[in-house]
């Protein structure tokens, strides 16, 4: 087995440049991996007004949040920790969502899981939908069995930990 | 010079953030000072990994390499539990 040790910037660069992958769960929010620059224009095109970024680089945020206003849409950058994700960070997240100044949104983290975790979490908690509803909505948009498995695992840290913290 | 570690956590095949859940699932079960050895297969979990590490309280990411097991790419990331 070889091993090579090399520098973390390398390293992270290397998760750049993949194609949009882009899940519509309703007709006015778009779920999505990492847009690139030519992504911006293109969503301007098809009517959305806000881009809400999940990845946590704020030097990347403020890069790509410049690139995303010149084109006109309006840019925010919201680290929340889907690895550790708390109520608070849900309830976050349905305000953009649910305010009328956001408009037509693209949430995307790196891949479009982290936003399809803190989607199913958003319809559960702040709807409240029931898992299967969650999970239904998010296979018509195109996520897979593999997505499902991780959504099912976070969300159950993510209820013991709440229910933890209401205890 | 090879790093050590006192526990593995295999999370090869796990998407994003799934291997960072089990991470801080199993750095509980660490005591202060000790080391866990995470490998995943998720290209991302580099950047991950460095952004938890960031913002994590109890968590020093200590070094990261990659691996090659049959022909797959392998990210390899140490983390010390802290306090």
Known sequence: MATN?????????????????????????LLASQPQIEDWATFVEQGYRTVINLRS???????????????????????????????EHVEELA???ENPDTGRLVFHCRSATRVGLMWMLYRQQHHGWTREQAEAE?????????????????????MDRVAEATK | MANSFDQTLDVKGAKCPMPLVKSRKAIAD????????????DRGSVADFQGWAKTAKNVELVAQETEQEGGQDLYVHYLKRTS
Request: glycine fraction near 8%; charge should be negative.
């Open chain 1, 57 to 87: 680089d704020p030097e990347r945020a403020a890069e790509q949040g410049r690139n995303a206003e010149a084109a006109g849409l309006h840019y925010l950058h919201a680290p929340w920790p889907a690895y550790e994700l708390e109520a």
């Open chain 1, 5 to 29: 040790e090399l520098p973390c910037g390398n390293l992270q660069t290397q998760t750049e440049g993949a194609t949009l992958r882009s899940y519509a769960v309703t007709p006015d929010v």
């Open chain 2, 30 to 41: 660490l005591t202060v000072g000790q080391v866990l050895k995470v490998v995943a297969t």
């Open chain 1, 138 to 158: 998010l296979r018509a948009a195109g996520y897979d069995d593999d997505s499902m498995e991780t959504f099912g695992f976070c969300a159950d840290d993510y």
């Open chain 1, 95 to 97: 305000a953009l969502v």
